[in-house]
């Protein structure tokens, strides 16, 4: 059985559109494709192609395994209109399209999205009648050379190279239908409030019913906690939880939670939720999560796959990926430079397991004053909006190693945009305005130092001279004694092909890429990540580390894992390594 894409806002009746597809790769010049395209095109019955969605056409899975830079491509299925849908709301659903999304049904256009990562639904009641067929068309557009969009690790070029690997471009996540009631729920905010023990709940609705009732009914190991109130978007409910069983690494404590919406006592809508109950807070320097002072043990992910890219092969690749860092000794995960589906998240959920949520925001002029910076607020909101549930998110990063100020005040702006915006949406965590290099305005600092020798690695971390180590002190105001944490370090480079060269540099090497020189051999390899980390032990005012990375990726070989997640060293070692924590840590 397909799993539903939104595990916290789940409804029974719902029909998948993922599986074979047609398409199209307009090779035009991008100018062109960007103009209104032949009635030939849009109202298709079919390409010559096929593909499967949802992945991308650059992919092995996908069955196109397409090797060239995409700047347009079509998609086209037929999709039945289930009769008994009649009187509903026809919800079309797209979990991520990159970048730009046009739809089509019989060839006129009926909705569109900017934003590679995050969903988008089209109400495509009016265009469609209950029990007749429709030729669905997608058109998909991007450009990762004007710097007008964020892209993450994605190579602009034909080639992979260093740490940029190849595209996801189209349709990528999964593509549905579901019928909805015009008093259905749109979306629910939940946020756990330790000091009166509520459950405080947002709802919004399609639209308010006259005579419409919410019954909110959540269970926890017997125990039952219930409210029932009116219909009113953007009213916020307290729902009394007492004895609460909070989440945490180690105690995944899940609420499962039903909301049902009512209209003069027939139900309309129902929907099936869960929720962590868990605080997080900064107290003199510390990270606390529900009041303990907690360590953090992270390891930098970046969600590629050998024969998909950016999409996972299936849902079990997900937990696989999350039990494989916990088996390593980590507590969390940086996912870094993508947004991870929502499937991951709920696993993440389940398994306890911390998650720092971030933008694909490589890729974007951030010192550009327009459209890039429009592109990415708008895309970063709908991040934070679809993720601010999940109990394992306790850290959002909106942008990655800003470094290059060709204009200053634009560039500060845009990381003041980006943390005021998190902030407005979700108070609730801290916000690192950017991993490493250059911070304007943070709830945490975040360093990023790849030096590979433990000794010297130990002494740049903290000085006489300069305090805590900063990346770029030059070009951002003081540290003010924020959280501080060493998020990207380590990225040893270990490649059994490539031994007999050692010595070579990353930059001399860029078939197997990595960090500084490779050890000379394996015992030298445990022995530079352990020194790493214990100096990261040792030092009372770091609260926490990110080490590069989970697995190899395409050319880049710094993984603790291979590329297809088989294993490269000694896991219980490696788990030894990375286990352990500063003697201050509750957590």
């Not at 916290?8 to 398409?23: H, I, K």
């Not at 807070?281 to 796959?305: A, H, M, P, T």
């Not at 690749?317 to 947004?339: T, W, Y």
Request: with cysteine; net charge negative.
């Amino acid at each position: 059985m397909m799993e539903y894409p939104r595990p916290q806002f789940e409804r029974q009746e719902w029909v998948s559109l993922d599986g074979e597809w047609t398409y199209h790769i307009v090779r035009r010049a991008f100018f062109q494709n960007m103009q209104n395209d032949t009635e030939e095109n849009i109202c298709s019955s079919g390409f010559p192609d096929r593909i499967i969605v949802p992945f991308a056409p650059e992919t092995k899975l996908s069955g196109a395994d397409e090797k060239e830079i995409i700047r347009c491509v079509f998609y086209h299925r037929k999709i039945q209109i289930p009769s008994k849908w009649s009187g509903k709301r026809i919800m079309l659903h797209f979990e991520a399209v990159f970048y730009h999304a046009e739809i089509y049904i019989n060839g006129k256009p009926v909705g569109f999205h900017d934003g590679g990562s995050t969903p988008f639904a089209v109400d495509i009641t009016s265009h469609v009648h209950c029990g007749q067929e429709y030729d669905l068309v997608v058109k998909a557009t991007a450009d990762l050379s004007d710097g007008s969009i964020p892209s993450g690790k994605q190579s602009s070029f034909i080639q992979s190279y260093a740490c940029f690997y190849q595209r996801t471009t189209g349709i990528w996540q999964s593509v549905w239908m579901e019928p909805v009631d015009r008093y259905s729920l749109k979306s629910v905010r939940m946020v756990w409030s330790e000091e009166d023990g509520n459950l405080v709940i947002t709802p919004e609705y399609l639209a308010e019913a006259p005579e419409g009732l919410l019954s909110i009914r959540a269970v926890r190991g017997g125990r039952v906690y219930q409210r029932t109130a009116k219909t009113r978007s953007g009213l916020p409910l307290a729902l009394h939880i007492d004895q609460p069983e909070l989440w945490e690494p180690g105690h995944p404590n899940l609420y499962d939670i039903e909301f049902t919406v009512a209209v003069r006592g027939e139900v309309v809508d129902r929907v099936s939720s869960y929720i962590g109950l868990r605080t997080v807070s900064i107290e003199g320097g510390c990270f606390l999560l529900n009041g303990k002072k907690l360590y953090q043990r992270l390891v930098l992910d970046q969600g590629f796959y050998p024969e998909s890219n950016w999409t996972a092969p299936s849902d079990q690749s997900l937990v696989m990926d999350i039990e494989l860092s916990m088996k390593a000794g980590f507590n969390g995960a940086r996912l870094h430079q993508k947004v991870f589906s929502e499937r991951y998240l709920y696993h993440a959920d389940r398994l306890g397991y911390l998650v720092w949520g971030e933008s694909p925001s490589w890729g974007l002029d951030y010192n550009s004053p327009g459209l890039p910076a429009r592109n990415f607020l708008s895309e970063w909101r709908e991040i934070v909006e679809r993720d601010i549930n999940h109990p394992c998110i306790i850290v959002w990063t909106p942008l990655n190693e800003t470094y290059l100020r060709a204009f200053p005040l634009v560039h500060c702006r845009l990381h003041q945009d980006a943390y005021e915006l998190t902030k407005a949406i979700d108070p609730s965590r801290p916000v690192n305005d950017a991993s490493g290099y250059i911070h304007c305005r943070t709830d945490i600092w975040t360093v990023h130092l790849y030096e590979q020798d433990p000794e010297r690695f130990d002494s740049i971390l903290t000085s006489p001279e300069s305090g805590v180590y900063r990346c770029y002190p030059e070009s951002e105001p003081p540290y003010e004694g924020q959280p501080y944490f060493v998020d990207e370090f380590g990225g040893i480079k270990w490649d059994p092909e490539t031994q007999g060269s050692e010595g070579l540099s990353f930059s001399q090497n860029m078939d197997s890429w990595g960090y500084g020189q490779s050890p000379r051999d394996i015992e030298a390899f445990y022995a530079r990540l352990e020194g790493l980390v214990d100096a990261l032990i040792a030092k009372r005012h770091v609260s926490g580390y990110c080490y590069t990375q989970l697995t190899d990726v395409e050319q880049e070989k710094n993984g603790l894992y291979y590329y297809d997640r088989s294993v490269k060293f000694d896991m219980d070692r490696i788990r030894r390594i990375f286990s352990r924590k500063p003697d201050w840590a509750e957590i």
